[in-house]
C-alpha cells in the first residue's frame, strides 16, 4: 500500500510540472504572436505630383490597429494629418495610405494603438519618426511631344517647305527673248547703208552736179551785177 501511494504522488507531481510547463509555453507562444510595434512601418511616397504617407501592418494575428499621423515641428505636433485609420495586418504585410503633400525634410510622427479584447497590446510611436525625402514630386509628364518635324536628314516624312515661285522681271523676259529670238539670215545683197557710203565716196547717184551749177549761175550774175555797177558808176563821174 505505501509503495502505490507514493507512486501515485509521484504522478500527480509529474503532472503538475507538466502542465506548468504547458502553460509558460502557451504564454510565451501568446506574447510572440501578439501585436508589437516593431510590426509597423511607415514611408513618404509620391503618387503623382501629389505626396502620400503610407503605414504597413505585418502583424500576423491581424489584431485591428488604429493609425494617427502627425506633423512635427520641434518636436511637437503641428497639426493631424487627416483622420485616423484602422489596419489589420498580415504575415504579407497590409498598406494603407494617407494623402499628404509634405515638404522635404518634413518629420512626421505616426502612433499605433492596438486593442484586443479590451486589452491594450500597443500604444507607441514608430520610432525614430519619419523624415520625408529631399526632393519634392513632380507631375508626370502627360504633355502632348511636339509635331514639328525634325530638321535630321534622316528623317524621310518631313515634308519639303514650298518652292519659291520667282516671278522673272520685265528686262530678264526681254533680254531672255532677245538671246533666244534666231539671228537673221546672211543676205549677198549690200545693205542700204553701205548703199550710202558707196555713192557718197564715188559722187555718182549724189546732188553734186545740181550744186554746181547753182554756184555756176549764181556766179555768173554776181559777175554782171558787178559789171553793169561799174559801168553805171563810170557813165555818171563823166
Known amino acids: 500500500m505505501s ?3 507514493r507512486t501515485a504522488a509521484r504522478s500527480v507531481r509529474m503532472l503538475g510540472v ?4 504547458a502553460a509558460l509555453a502557451l504564454s510565451a507562444a501568446g506574447t510572440a504572436l501578439a501585436c508589437d510595434i516593431s510590426e509597423f512601418s511607415a514611408s513618404a511616397a509620391c503618387d503623382g505630383a501629389k505626396g502620400v504617407i503610407t ?10 490597429a488604429e493609425i494617427t499621423v502627425f506633423l512635427e515641428n520641434n518636436g511637437a505636433d503641428l497639426r493631424q494629418v487627416g483622420a485616423a485609420q484602422t489596419v489589420e495586418g498580415s504575415i504579407k504585410g ?8 509634405w515638404e522635404p525634410g518634413a518629420i512626421y510622427r505616426i502612433h499605433v494603438k492596438a486593442v484586443k479584447n479590451k486589452k491594450v497590446l500597443v500604444d507607441k510611436d ?18 502632348t511631344p511636339s509635331t514639328t518635324p525634325s530638321s535630321s536628314p534622316s528623317d524621310t516624312t518631313t515634308t519639303p517647305p514650298p518652292a519659291e515661285t520667282i516671278t522673272p522681271s520685265a528686262s530678264a523676259s526681254d533680254s ?13 545683197a549690200p545693205s542700204a547703208a553701205a548703199q550710202e557710203s558707196n555713192l557718197a565716196e564715188t559722187g555718182a547717184g549724189s546732188n553734186t552736179g545740181l550744186i554746181v551749177g547753182i554756184a ?8 554782171g551785177a558787178v559789171f553793169f555797177g561799174m559801168r553805171r558808176r563810170g557813165s555818171s563821174q563823166r
Not at 94 to 101: K, L, Q
Open 94 to 101: 497590409v498598406t494603407i495610405s494617407f494623402a499628404e503633400d
Open 18 to 21: 507538466t502542465a506548468a510547463s
Open 126 to 143: 514608430i520610432a525614430g519618426n519619419l523624415t520625408t525625402p529631399s526632393a519634392a514630386c513632380k507631375a508626370d509628364d502627360t504633355s
Open 55 to 64: 503605414v504597413t501592418d505585418k502583424d500576423p494575428t491581424g489584431v485591428p
Open 3 to 5: 509503495l502505490s501511494r
Open 216 to 223: 555756176a549761175v549764181l556766179v555768173a550774175v554776181g559777175g
Open 176 to 188: 531672255a527673248s532677245d538671246s533666244a529670238a534666231p539671228a537673221p539670215s546672211a543676205s549677198n
